[in-house]
C-alpha cells in the first residue's frame, strides 16, 4: 500500500511526456495483480503441502519428516529399552506406534490425507470374497477387520490341499482353525486379532472336519513324500527339509486342538478329535510344553471321561510314554496313580467297572519299564506299610480308619495286580513278600464280623497274586475262621429285602449281622473264595495234604448245620475237593522221582495243569455262570430270588359256605313250587357245584390246563344231577361235594431255575 500511495504522489508530479514514457499501470490493476500472485502462492503451498510423497518439498516439510524419522527411531529404541510399555502400547494405543512421516507435531496445523501408492477397486475385491477366492492382498493388510471364512473358501483350501499342499496354504488353514477355536471358548479379545472369523456354525463343521480327517495326511505327503514301508516306525516331523517353514504353523495347530479338546462337550466329536491326537503324537512329541499339556489333559479324560473317550485318552498316552520313556513315563505314571487314588474314595455298583478299568490300564502302563515301576511300586508299598503300622501301633479308631477306606484297599489291590502281571520280573520279585503281610496285616488289624467284605477283599487280592506268580500264600486259614466264628443256626432277627453285594462294601452294619441275607451271602462268598484259591493249587503234587485241613472244617460244618440250603452249597464244594484230592493222588502213586527232585516236581505239575484236573474242569464250568451273575447285579438287576411270586390266597371252608349261602339265596327262593326237600338238594347241589369250580381255578393257577377245568366243572354239576336221581342222602352229598381238604405246598426252585 506504501508502494502504491508513492507511485499516486510521483503520478500527479508528472509530466505528459513523463506519463507516457513510465506505462498504462494503474492502481485498480495493481491490487488484481497482488491478489492473483498471492492465490498463486497459496495454492502452490497447498499442492506441496498434499503430495508430501513428491520430491518437491518445502522447508517446513523436509523439517517435519525429521522430527517424524526421530520420533520413529525413539519408538524402536523404545521397544528394547522397555518391551513391557511397548506392548502396552500396542494393545491399547496402535495410533501412537503407527507414526507416519507425514504426520507433523507443529500445534494449529492441519493435517492431511495422504494417498496410498496404488489404488484398489473395492467392487472386484467384495465379489472376490463373496465367491469364496482366496484373500485378496488389500483385505489381508486390515489387521482390525478379520476375513470372514465361507464354505467356498473352505472347499477350495480342501481341494487345493488334495493336490498339492504349500506351507502357504497351510498356514492360512491354521490361522482360520484357530478362529474357529476362538469361538468355542468365547474369547472375543482372541478372535478379533486372528485374521479370519467364523461366525456361521455351518463353517465350523467343515472346516474343523476338513483339519481332522485330511488336513495332516497332506501334511505327511508335503513332508515325506511317501508312506513309509514299515508302518510301526514312527517318522519324526523335524527329519524332513521343509519343517523350517512349517514349525511355527504346527506348533500353533497342536495348541489349538488341545483348546478344542477342553471346550467339546459331545462324546462323538471329541472322540474323533482324540484319535486325530492320536496320529498327532508325533508331532506333539517334537513340542515338550505342547506335549506336557496333552499328557495332562489326556490324564483327566483317561480317569473322568465317558467310556470310549477313556479307552481313546489312554491310547494316547500309552503311545507317548512308549517313544519318550525316559522323558514322560515317570511323571505320567505319579499323575495316574494320584488320580487313580482320588477316583477310589466312593466305590458303588457303577463306579466298580471304571475303578477295574483303571486298574488294568495303570497295570498295562507299569509294564512298559520294569526299573521304573519298580521305584513307584516300592514307594507307594512302602506308604501302605507306614500306614498299616501306625494303625497297628497306636490303636485308635482313627488310624484304623485311615486303613479301613475304600483307597486303601483298591491301591492294595492295585499292587497285587501289577505284581501278578510283573511278579516274573527280576526287579519286582523282591516286592512280593512285602505286599503279601501288608494285606495279612490289614486282615488281622481288626478281624470281627462287620469287616468280613474287607478280609474277603484282601483275600481275592492275595489269591490273585499267588496265582499269577506261583508263590505259597496261606490264604485258607482266614477263609476257614469264618466258619468258627458264625453260628449259622442262629435264627434271624429280621428279613432283608434284597441280598448283600459283598463287592461293593467294606463294613457291615449290626443291623445286616442279623438279617437273614448276611448268612446266604456269607456262605456264598466262602464257597466262591475257597474254590479260587484251590483252583490255583489243584494241579499241585501237595494238593492232598494242602487241602486236608479244609476238608475237616467242611465236614464239621456238616455235622453241626441244620439249614439244607448251606448244607447243600458246602457239601457239593465237599465232593469237589475230596475228588479231586484222590486224582491228585492216585497220579502221583505212579512216579518214580522222589519230593527233593525239584525239576521233576515242576514238570509233573505243568504236565497236570496242562491236562486239567476235576476241580479246575468243574471251575471253568462254574467261573462262566458266576461272572453272568456278577454282571446282572452289577446292572442293577434283581436276581430270582427278589421276585415276588403270586401268593394264593384260599378262604376256610366254613366262611366259603356262608358266602355262597347269602350270594344264592334269592335266586333259589324264587323257585317255590318244587318240592323243599328238592329246593334244598339244588341249592346244596349248586354250592357244591360253585365248590368245584373254586377249585378248577386253583388247580389252574398252579399250571393246570383250561380243558381240566371245564371237564372238572362240567363232571361236578353231572355228578349232582345224577346223585339226586338216585336218591342218596343230602348229607352225604354235601360231604361228598366238599372234596378232601386243600393242601399248601412249598413252592421251590431248583439251581438251573
Partial sequence: MAAAHGRKRCLAELTVDE?????????????????????????RERAAARNSCGPDRGASASRRKGRAS??????????????????????NDQSLLNFSDSDSSEEGEEQFHSLPDVLEEASEEEDAGEDGDIVPRGLQGKKNQPVPVTLGMVERWKQAAKQHLTPKLFHEVVQAFRAAVATTQGDQEGAAACRFQVSDSAVFNALVTFCVRDLFGCLQKLLFGKAPVDSSRVLQPSSSALWGKLRVDVKAYLSAVMQLVTCLAEVTVLAAVLQHISSLVPYYLTFPKQCRVLLKRMVVLWSTGEESLRVLAFLVLVRVCRYKKDIF????????????????????ASTLPLISFMQRTLTELLALDPSVS????????????????????????????????????????????????????????????????VAIGCIKLVPTMRFYPLRMHCVRALTLLSQSTGTFIPVLPFILEIFQQVDFNKRPGRMSSRPINFSVILKLSSANLQEKAYRDGLVEQLYDLILEYLYGQAHSIAFPELVLPTILQLKSFLRECKVANYCRQVRQLLEKVQENAEYIRSCRQKVSFGVSDQLAVDAWEKRAQEEGTPLTKYYNHWRKLRDREIQLEISGKERLEELNFPEIKRRKVEDRKEEDRREFKDLFDLDSSEDEEVTDFSERGTAGSLRGRQEAEVEEDEGDDQEDEEEENSSASEDGGLDAEAGLVPGELWRLAEGPQDE??????????
Fill in 374 to 437: 519298580y521305584q513307584h511300586a516300592f514307594l507307594y508299598i512302602r506308604q501302605l506299610a507306614i500306614h498299616l503300622r501306625n494303625a497297628m501301633t497306636t490303636g485308635k479308631k482313627e488310624t484304623h480308619q485311615s486303613v479301613y477306606n475304600w483307597q486303601y484297599v483298591h491301591c492294595l489291590y492295585l499292587w497285587c495286580r501289577v505284581l501278578s502281571v510283573l511278579g516274573s520280573s527280576e526287579a519286582l520279585q523282591p516286592l512280593l513278600y512285602p505286599l503279601a503281610q
Fill in 744 to 753: 399248601l405246598e412249598d413252592l421251590q426252585l431248583s439251581e438251573e431255575d
Fill in 329 to 348: 513315563l515317570s511323571p505320567v505314571l505319579k499323575q495316574m496313580y494320584i488320580t487313580y487314588v482320588r477316583n477310589c474314595k466312593f466305590t458303588s
Fill in 70 to 91: 526421530e520420533h520413529k527411531d525413539q519408538l524402536s529404541r523404545l521397544k528394547d529399552k522397555d518391551p513391557e510399555f511397548y506392548k502396552f502400547l500396542q494393545e
Fill in 19 to 43: 506519463f507516457l514514457a513510465s506505462g498504462f499501470d494503474s492502481e485498480s490493476e495493481s491490487e488484481p495483480e497482488e491478489i492473483s500472485e498471492a492465490a498463486t502462492q497459496g495454492a
